[in-house]
């Protein structure tokens, strides 16, 4: 079997198409996003741009937070198991780390975060 012309085509469009999409879904923070740290103290937004290091009380002790490279992570919890160190950084909207034992909750939001998506229908 020979290949045509029209399959290189198709072979170069279906190229192009993965690598637009992959470069749209994997490019890290937005534009204008912001953080949303909740803890029992109350929530606190700050910009996920900039280097910033917060520590947020909760129950158990002192859970701390650096924001970088337009990501979130939990440096340090007292937690038992360190499931939200472990969980690694929060870049996209919608992403999010949460420390249930020290009730801590981390949210990455967008500038228009959407409440109906896909999955809802």
């Not at 029992?40 to 700050?46: K, Q, R």
């Not at 009380?57 to 924001?67: K, R, Y």
């Not at 780390?97 to 967008?110: M, W």
């Not at 409440?115 to 229908?121: E, L, S």
Request: with cysteine.
């Amino acid at each position: 079997m020979r290949l045509r012309l029209f399959d290189y085509i198709s072979f170069a469009v279906a190229v192009v198409v993965i690598v637009v999409f992959s470069l749209h879904a994997y490019r890290g923070g937005e534009q204008g996003a912001q953080v949303r740290v909740q803890s029992e103290a109350g929530v606190f937004l700050y910009p996920l741009e900039g280097t910033r290091s917060l520590s947020v009380a909760g129950p158990l002790g002192e859970t701390e937070i650096l924001i970088s490279s337009g990501g979130v992570e939990v440096l340090d919890s007292p937690c038992r198991d360190k499931i939200c160190i472990a969980a690694g950084k929060a870049t996209m909207s919608g992403e999010w780390i949460a420390c249930l034992p020290n009730r801590v909750f981390i949210r990455v939001e967008g500038v228009e975060d959407t409440p109906v998506d896909a999955q809802t229908f």
